[in-house]
């Protein structure tokens, strides 16, 4: 897949261009959908509990994401969201219960061997290495998929010099799927925050992940920026056919992209199921979305605080 010429590395204390303008934001000039991922397996959660020193964080939570769908995991402050997010990634291991991803078991395994297994995050809190450019920053995601050794890299072999190709060719096609491209040469710390956000979840396509675990991203964006998001992440879906985890407080943009929806409070899976459904399950109104379900069917306000 050709892409646009990069862009020239920009001056010190020189800006950045502005991100493309429009309704649709970035991807709306991508090159074309990268090809889908091969073998997407089903995630079966089953009982996850996890303690710590006798504070229960998750308590016999289960669901399942089926192959190519969106599945949000949304709840209040304190619900259990991002331990549910640790413990698939590896980060946290599971007091008891089973994490499987087809026919691997991923609860006990280190985060390096769940992400070989095709598991890929993104973080709330962006970790992006300022000085690097976008295209150094998506190239980390490749590491994984690196087979030349520290010697043959070194010293220029054939066959490193051809995969560091291979790997080029494939940053620039994700780069122009996201929209990144013409900030390639630019360095990633230097880039408008919503900007920065897509470098990352950018890094995670990188890795060629079957499982993509969302964490929040859209926070912190303007009204134009997380729409362009969520188109990003719908064509992520429709496009690539990967699994997508999502955690989420915007209700709005959960609402417009989850195929299914599970709802933690204080540890414990209250609902799930359709979004339509879940925003007016009555435990749900109670516990998180506020006092009553709305009569025009948009998503409600939250009730008791999103954070």
Known sequence: M??????????????????????????????GPVPAAPG???LRVTGLTVRFAGLTALDDVSFTVRPGSVHAVIGPNG??????????????????????????????LPPHRIAGL???????????????????TLMLGRHRLTRAGFLAAGLRLPSAAREEARHGARVREIAAFTGLEPYLDHPAGALPYGLQKLVELGRALCTEPRLLLLDEPVAGMTSAARRRTAALVAGIRDSLGISIVLVE???GVVMRLADEV??????????G???????????????????????????????????
């Open 40 to 42: 997407v397996p089903e």
């Open 2 to 31: 050709r892409g646009a010429p990069r862009s020239r590395r920009p001056p010190p204390g020189s800006r950045c261009p502005e991100p493309p303008s429009g309704p649709d934001g970035p991807a709306a000039d991508a090159a």
């Open 118 to 136: 095709g598991v890929a995050r993104t973080f709330q809190n962006l970790a992006l290495p300022p000085y690097a450019t976008v295209s150094d």
């Open 273 to 307: 199921g359709a979004p339509e459904a879940v925003q007016r399950d009555p435990e749900v109104v109670r516990a998180y979305l506020g006092e009553a379900a709305p009569e025009d069917g948009g998503a409600p306000a939250a009730g008791r605080g999103h954070r």
């Open 249 to 251: 407080h915007d209700m």
């Open 79 to 108: 619900a259990g969201k991002s331990t549910c997010f640790n413990v698939l990634s590896g980060v946290y291991r599971a007091t008891s219960g089973s994490v499987r991803l087809g026919g691997h078991e991923l609860t006990g």
């Open 262 to 271: 599970t709802v933690l409070d204080f540890g414990r899976r209250i609902a």
